[in-house]
């Protein structure tokens, strides 16, 4: 996946989840989508911005996110 790593910790049950900060989430979360990503919860507006988890064909959870 071609976004930064802002957080990297293990979860208990999903794995490793990568926080991706960027300045357009949108086309983030629709380039990982397009690169073999599958979308575990939709963009959405949320309290510390927009939001959105996905997962990579290798099993990571990457949450990009627009602040």
């Given amino acids: 996946m071609p976004f930064p790593i802002r957080e990297n910790f293990q979860h208990e049950h999903e794995g490793r989840v990568m926080h991706a900060a960027a300045l357009i989430g949108d086309a983030v979360y629709n380039q990982a989508l397009a690169a073999g990503a599958t979308s575990k919860q939709a963009l959405a507006d949320l309290p510390y911005g927009r939001s959105a ?4 064909p290798f099993g990571y959870q990457w949450v990009p996110t627009s602040l």
């Fill in 53 to 56: 988890i996905v997962t990579d």
